[in-house]
C-alpha cells in the first residue's frame, strides 16, 4: 500500500487549520467581546482577550442589571424576543415536520394523474429568490391582518421550507420497504394509520433532520422578520442589530446578546446531528 507524500498530508493539515481558524474565529471574536468592557471597545489595538472580563453585557440582558437602551428596557426586549424566536421557529419546524410527513407519502405511496409533475412543481419552488415574493406576500399579509402576528410569520417560515422538507421526507419514504405496509393493509388498517403508526417511527431520522433543517432555518431569519414582524413579534435577530444606535454602537449588548441567540441551535444540532446526518443519508441508498 503506497503511503500518501508527506507534502500532500501537511496540505492536507494546513487546509482543514486555515477552514477551522476561517470557521471558528467569528464565534471566538463574538464570544471574547461579550465579556469585554465598553471602555475597551476603544482601544487601539484591540486586545484578543479582554483585560477586565466582565459579565455586565449579559447581566444587563437577563434583567440583573438595570439597563435600557434608545429609551427602551433592555432586558423586557430581550425576553420578549427570545420568547418569539422559539415560538415561531417551532411552530414551523412542527408544521413543516407535519405537512412533509402527510405530503411525502402522497408522493411516494399514492397514485393519481399529474404526481410528478406536482411534485417537481413544488420543489422547483426553491429556485425562486424569496425578494422576488416580498410585496406580494407583503400585501398578503396586510390584507389579513398578519403583519407583526406569530401566524404570519410561521406561515412565511412554512411556504419557504416546506419544499426542501417535502423533496427530504419523499427521499426517505422511497427508500422504506413496503412489507410492513402491506402487511397492515391487508389487516385493514387505513392510510393515516399506517403513516402515523408504521411509517412515522421507522423514518425519525428523516423526521428529525427534516425538524432540525427547519429549526435553523428559522431561527436565522433576518429580512422576513424584519418586514413581517418588526414590533411585538419580532426575533433576536431583529433585536439584536437595534443596539446600534444612530450615536452609539453598544458592542457589549451585541455581542452577548449574539453570544445567547447561538446557543440554542449549537446544542440542538451537538445533541441532534447523529440523527441528522442518518436522516439526511437516508434515501441515498435506494
Same mark, same amino acid.
Given at each position: 500500500?503506497?503511503?500518501?507524500?508527506?507534502?500532500?498530508?501537511?496540505?492536507?493539515?494546513?487546509?482543514?487549520?486555515? *477552514?477551522?481558524?476561517?470557521?471558528?474565529?467569528?464565534?471566538?471574536?463574538?464570544?471574547?467581546?461579550?465579556?469585554?468592557?465598553?471602555?475597551?471597545?476603544?482601544?487601539?489595538?484591540?486586545?484578543?482577550?479582554?483585560?477586565?472580563?466582565?459579565?455586565?453585557?449579559?447581566?444587563?440582558?437577563?434583567?440583573?442589571?438595570?439597563?435600557?437602551?434608545?429609551?427602551?428596557?433592555?432586558?423586557?426586549?430581550?425576553?420578549?424576543?427570545?420568547?418569539?424566536?422559539?415560538?415561531?421557529?417551532?411552530?414551523?419546524?412542527?408544521?413543516?415536520?407535519?405537512?412533509?410527513?402527510?405530503?411525502?407519502?402522497?408522493?411516494?405511496?399514492?397514485?393519481?394523474?399529474?404526481?410528478?409533475?406536482?411534485?417537481?412543481?413544488?420543489?422547483?419552488?426553491?429556485?425562486?429568490?424569496?425578494?422576488?415574493?416580498?410585496?406580494?406576500?407583503?400585501?398578503?399579509?396586510?390584507?389579513?391582518?398578519?403583519?407583526?402576528?406569530?401566524?404570519?410569520?410561521?406561515?412565511?417560515?412554512?411556504?419557504?421550507? *416546506?419544499?426542501?422538507?417535502?423533496?427530504?421526507?419523499?427521499?426517505?419514504?422511497?427508500?422504506?420497504?413496503?412489507?410492513?405496509?402491506?402487511?397492515?393493509?391487508?389487516?385493514?388498517?387505513?392510510?393515516?394509520?399506517?403513516?402515523?403508526?408504521?411509517?412515522?417511527?421507522?423514518?425519525?431520522?428523516?423526521?428529525?433532520?427534516?425538524?432540525?433543517?427547519?429549526? *435553523?432555518?428559522?431561527?436565522?431569519?433576518?429580512?422576513?422578520?424584519?418586514?413581517?414582524?418588526?414590533?411585538?413579534?419580532?426575533?433576536?435577530?431583529?433585536?439584536?442589530?437595534?443596539?446600534?444606535?444612530?450615536?452609539?454602537?453598544?458592542?457589549?449588548?451585541?455581542?452577548?446578546?449574539?453570544?445567547?441567540?447561538?446557543?440554542?441551535?449549537?446544542? *440542538?444540532?451537538?445533541?441532534?446531528?447523529?440523527?441528522?446526518?442518518?436522516?439526511?443519508?437516508?434515501?441515498?441508498?435506494?
Amino acid at each position: 500500500m503506497t503511503r500518501t507524500p508527506i507534502y500532500i498530508r501537511i496540505a492536507v493539515w494546513a487546509g482543514v487549520a486555515v *477552514l477551522l481558524l476561517w470557521s471558528l474565529a467569528p464565534i471566538y471574536w463574538t464570544l471574547a467581546s461579550s465579556i469585554t468592557p465598553t471602555v475597551e471597545f476603544s482601544d487601539k489595538p484591540l486586545h484578543l482577550f479582554p483585560q477586565m472580563p466582565t459579565s455586565e453585557h449579559y447581566q444587563r440582558l437577563v434583567g440583573l442589571m438595570d439597563g435600557h437602551f434608545g429609551g427602551v428596557d433592555v432586558a423586557q426586549g430581550f425576553r420578549l424576543a427570545l420568547f418569539n424566536s422559539i415560538v415561531t421557529s417551532a411552530a414551523a419546524t412542527v408544521l413543516c415536520v407535519l405537512f412533509s410527513l402527510l405530503a411525502a407519502y402522497a408522493f411516494a405511496r399514492l397514485e393519481f394523474w399529474g404526481r410528478d409533475i406536482l411534485f417537481y412543481a413544488v420543489v422547483a419552488t426553491m429556485a425562486i429568490p424569496g425578494y422576488a415574493v416580498i410585496i406580494p406576500l407583503f400585501r398578503l399579509m396586510v390584507a389579513t391582518g398578519q403583519i407583526d402576528s406569530y401566524l404570519g410569520v410561521t406561515l412565511i417560515y412554512v411556504s419557504a421550507f *416546506l419544499p426542501l422538507s417535502l423533496w427530504l421526507m419523499k427521499g426517505v419514504l422511497d427508500a422504506l420497504p413496503r412489507s410492513l405496509e402491506e402487511a397492515a393493509r391487508m389487516d385493514g388498517a387505513g392510510h393515516l394509520r399506517i403513516l402515523f403508526w408504521i411509517i412515522a417511527p421507522i423514518s425519525a431520522p428523516g423526521l428529525t433532520a427534516t425538524a432540525i433543517l427547519t429549526f *435553523l432555518g428559522a431561527w436565522g431569519q433576518y429580512v422576513v422578520p424584519l418586514i413581517f414582524s418588526p414590533k411585538q413579534a419580532k426575533p433576536l435577530t431583529v433585536l439584536i442589530p437595534e443596539f446600534a444606535g444612530k450615536n452609539f454602537v453598544d458592542y457589549g449588548l451585541i455581542m452577548a446578546g449574539g453570544s445567547i441567540a447561538i446557543v440554542v441551535p449549537c446544542l *440542538l444540532v451537538i445533541f441532534l446531528n447523529r440523527y441528522l446526518i442518518s436522516g439526511l443519508l437516508a434515501g441515498s441508498g435506494k
